[in-house]
């Protein structure tokens, strides 16, 4: 019986963990997209919700939250797409793979979201080269590596389990 509490809260803790990473990487891209337009978050936020749902009838607050959650939701497709690359880092140095194929994940998940996925439900405008590349930098150097090495992370054998208690040596 106790066992399966144990196994509980590990899932309990596992999700726990992939929200508090999704939510980091979403700020981390909200805040480059804030900085780099110099424009206040919500504003950056509305946008973000207008890709799903019309934020015209919507209160500026309930649009701001709205695109909260889309983001979320963004980055924990991302963290979940990175998944089956976690077989490849079990031999051999885990950094570097993860730094190798992190620039190579986040480059082609920047591309599968903005002009795959999303153009289907919301027609994206062409904000330029510079902005382009800006988010392909995003992706690749900062949300990629970080989504494949909490995959790596969360992959790894835990060396005890949580709530063991060791036995005294005889």
Known sequence: MRQNANAGSSIGSTAGTL???AAAMGAIDLAIAAIYWNIPLERILRSVARWFVDVRSMAPLAAAVTGAFVQLAMMLLMILGAVP??????SGKPAVRIAMLGVLYGGAFYIFQFHVLLPIFHPL????LRWELACIADYALLLGPCALTLVHLLARPSPMPRGHIMAAPA
Not at 85 to 90: C, P, Y
Not at 125 to 128: C, E, F, K
């Open 19 to 21: 929200l508090l990473v």
């Open 85 to 90: 690359l976690g077989r490849l880092f079990e």
């Open 125 to 128: 405008p062409d904000l330029g």
